[in-house]
């Protein structure tokens, strides 16, 4: 099963993912995980995306692809992924697909997660102050947030056009959001 979580900063993706990540046994590949790891690794890569991650803005996409493609083909030979963060935009998501249908790693199902944009902001803030992310400034999640509805959102649209999208309301408890999501892909589950 290979499912993508697309939803604005703070919408619950990354627990989603490991909450589905944990049930059915897939790899969870959260993309801002892995470009905060080549960050702090002090990578090249790292070194090129760090001024995108700090400002809020989206890392390139052909880095991005790079880092990503060969996690998403390993989850695939072992059973399927679970993709947060990825991709960001139509243009990443055309791109990504060329190259998942080569490899035989299209996804399944496409969750967005739409949250409220005042419980979007209280959970970052919340996230800070426990995580404590220099990523997750107010100032850099408003830009965040923008950077979601400029470029991200258009993905709703897209997904929706293949028939591979389902809409949870995220604004819900973690538990009632993950219902919600195997209610979605259940025709999915063996």
């Known amino acids: 099963m290979n499912v993508l979580l697309i939803g604005p900063p703070g919408s619950g993706k990354g627990t989603q993912g490991e909450l589905l990540s ?8 959260a993309a ?5 790891a080549e960050v ?6 790292g070194k090129s995306v760090k001024e995108y991650l700090d400002r809020g803005e989206l890392v390139p996409d052909e880095v991005i692809i790079e880092l990503l493609m060969p996690a998403v083909g390993t989850a695939v030979d072992n059973g399927g992924y679970v993709l947060d963060g990825f991709p960001r935009s139509v ?3 055309q791109v990504a697909r060329g190259l998942a249908e080569r490899a035989g790693a299209t996804p399944d199902a496409v969750i967005y997660l739409e949250a409220s944009r005042d419980e979007l902001v209280r959970r970052i803030l919340g996230r800070a102050k426990v995580e404590g992310r ?3 400034t107010e100032a850099v999640i408003h830009n965040r947030l923008q950077v979601f509805d400029e470029a991200t959102h258009p993905l709703v649209d897209y997904y929706r056009g293949r028939g591979l ?7 819900q408890s ?3 959001v993950a219902d919600r999501i195997l209610a979605a892909i259940a025709h999915l589950i063996p």
Do not use: K, M, W
């Open 22 to 29: 944990n049930r059915f046994q897939l790899a969870h590949i």
């Open 32 to 36: 801002g995980d892995l470009l905060r």
């Open 40 to 45: 702090e690794a002090e990578t090249p890569i």
């Open 91 to 93: 243009g990443q998501a």
């Open 134 to 136: 220099s990523d997750d």
């Open 165 to 171: 999208l389902h809409v949870i309301d995220a604004n």
């Open 174 to 176: 973690e538990n009632v």
